[in-house]
């Protein structure tokens, strides 16, 4: 890490040597604000005390949503900016409320079950199913707001239903 708070431009992507890894927390504790490129193709998973968020590219971090965070994922490649005028940052910070009203949507889903697999759906859109695959089970079942065993049974759903909806275009074929 740099002594001063302008981010290399690999930070994260430095740091993730794999598919899914911390990043130290004080780059997002301190205050200054970042934005994931919106080229990347990664995300992050931040938690705070009682749930955590996905950030994905072109999204706002740091600054005053990310001071009480316990810890940072990283999925994919990640590369950082700093926003340098007003406009990047009203974009930036537009960005990140439109993945925390996706969150809230799926959230607002009384079914744990059905929460869980689009949650999982929603992740696939975002980073792709491989990154998706490689997310630990507690950090999908806490962006969810379900547990652990729920998260592995929504994917046991999910590789199901793709299974025969490729047989059944296999068939149609």
Sequence with gaps: MHSSHQPSQATAQNLAS????????????????????PNCRGGLIIQKPFYADF?????????????????VYVIGEVEFDVPATYAE??????????????LEEILS???????????????SLWLGVSHVRRIPLELIAQLGGVLPNTAS?????????????????????
């Design 109 to 123: 889903v009384s079914s744990s079950i059905h929460r869980a697999c689009l949650m999982i759906q929603q992740l």
């Design 18 to 37: 794999h598919s899914c890894s911390r990043v130290p927390l004080d780059l997002f504790k301190s205050g200054q604000l970042l934005v994931i490129k």
């Design 89 to 102: 940052r009203q974009q930036a910070f537009q960005t990140r409320i439109a993945y925390i009203q996706k």
């Design 153 to 173: 049974v929504a994917w046991q759903r999910l590789s199901t239903r793709n299974a025969s909806h490729l047989t059944e275009i296999r068939v149609a074929q």
């Design 55 to 71: 950030v994905g590219s072109g999204a706002a971090v740091g600054g005053s949503f990310d001071i009480q965070c316990t810890s």
